[in-house]
Every structure is written in structure tokens, then in C-alpha cells.
């Protein structure tokens, strides 16, 4: 079938103000988050891509620039399935504040029932998202045979849902599953199966250390909640 590079997007400016950002327009890379883009080309270097896949969204736009820059017959195609999650009225709100939400308690616990007031249901964000990457994953095959690879840049909650549907895992799971900025994850799709064959990967190990003494490390809340979105990373 297709080896499918998800990328998700380097850290951006909502990722630092703890703002859940979902589709909310001019929401950019940081600093931080375009130094991750800058050095995504040479942790890539030694992989044949066949084209490259973004959500609609800027900040994954901007992750994939350098990328596309130093590869300068690299198709870029647009998905809008693999856009962010519609979070609805939660978009654009800070998680701290979100955190006391009783609707929180359901996404952490039973994403599978969790829908956002005035957007969409966790359980059709991964739907669509699955749909796009099978599309993609024949389209890929076609064109350019099995062996091929392709990079797909995208949002943090749906890189874990699509991890969940290629391990076999309910979606009530998911959030077990972690992806820093600018990490890279892997799956290999095959007639039987899909192999996970990377996940969250960044090179930097920095993030396993505790923050500030307290024991928690880099994207988990206090209490081992998932950060919604997907979190900054390491500091």
C-alpha cells in the first residue's frame, strides 16, 4: 500500500498561551515552532517522498515550507479531512479554563461520546480523518507503488486518532497516546495490516525529564490528563 509520515505541526503561538486554538485563523508557528520546521528536511533527508499532504490550516502550512523549499518537485496537496478538530465554542479558549468544563471529563474518559458545543463530535473527527488517509494511501500506491512514502502534516488529536485506528485501538484510548510539535509518526499500511512504525518521534528526549521538580513531564497535565490539542512540548 503506502507509508504515511505524519507530521503534526510545530509548536505555535496558541501552544504557548495554552489557548486550545482548533480552526481559529492566524494562528502561526512561534519561534520555537519554525526552528522545528527549519530542521524538519534533514531528520528527512534519507527518506523518498512521493508527495506531501497539509491541513488547510497556517501552522501546518508553515511547518512544511522548509520542507518543500529544499525539495523543489514536491507536490503539495490540501485536505481539509485532516484539518484540526472543530472544537466549536471551545476554540479559542484558554485549556486551564476548559479544564473545569464538565464536558472535559467525557474527553478524557469517553472521547467516543465527547462533542463539542457548536462544532463537532470526536468520534467524526477521526472518521474523517481515516477516510482521508485511505484516499490517500491508494491514491499514493497507484501513482507511485507500494513502496512509496508520503508526509501528511497535521493537528495533534487527529495524528492520535489515526495511531488509535491503525493499532486497533478504541477511540476511548486515544488519549493514552502523546505526539509533541513537529514530531514524526509513522505507519506503514499493507494489504492485511498497518504496521506502527513510528510514534511522536523528535530526536529530543528532553521532554521525558520532570518539570520544575514537580514529577510531571512535558504534554500531561497534573493527574495524567491529556492536554486537548496536543500540548507545547518540552520547554
Not at 20 to 44: F, I, S, Y
Not at 64 to 75: I, V, Y
Request: charged residues 20%.
Amino acid at each position: 500500500m503506502a507509508t504515511l509520515i505524519l507530521v503534526r505541526h510545530g509548536r505555535s503561538t496558541a501552544n504557548t498561551a495554552g489557548v486550545l486554538a482548533g480552526r481559529t485563523p492566524g494562528v502561526t508557528l512561534d519561534d520555537r515552532g519554525a526552528g522545528q520546521a527549519a530542521a524538519l528536511p534533514g531528520r528527512l533527508a534519507g527518506v523518498p517522498l512521493a508527495l506531501a499532504v497539509t491541513s488547510p490550516l497556517q501552522r501546518c502550512r508553515e511547518t512544511l515550507a522548509p520542507l518543500l523549499t529544499a525539495r523543489p518537485g514536491l507536490a503539495l496537496h490540501t485536505e481539509e479531512r485532516i484539518s484540526e478538530c472543530d472544537y466549536g465554542d471551545w476554540s479559542g479558549r484558554k485549556l486551564a479554563e476548559l479544564a473545569d468544563e464538565p464536558l472535559m471529563d467525557v474527553v478524557q474518559h469517553h472521547p467516543s461520546a465527547a462533542a463539542f458545543p457548536g462544532g463537532e463530535s470526536m468520534r467524526a473527527m477521526q472518521s474523517r480523518a481515516v477516510d482521508a488517509v485511505r484516499d490517500w494511501n491508494a491514491r499514493v500506491a497507484a501513482e507511485h507503488g507500494d513502496d512509496a512514502a508520503y508526509v501528511m502534516c497535521s493537528h495533534g488529536d487527529i495524528i492520535k486518532a489515526l495511531v488509535a485506528d491503525a493499532l486497533g485501538l478504541h477511540l476511548d484510548l486515544f488519549q493514552r497516546l502523546h505526539v509533541d510539535p513537529c514530531s514524526v509518526t509513522a505507519i506503514r499500511y499493507t494489504r492485511t495490516r498497518p504496521f506502527l512504525v513510528r510514534l511522536g518521534d523528535t530526536g529530543d528526549f528532553g521532554a521525558l525529564a520532570p518539570r520544575d521538580g514537580a514529577g510531571g513531564t512535558a504534554g500531561y497535565a497534573d493527574g495524567g490528563a491529556a492536554q486537548v490539542g496536543g500540548g507545547a512540548g518540552a520547554p
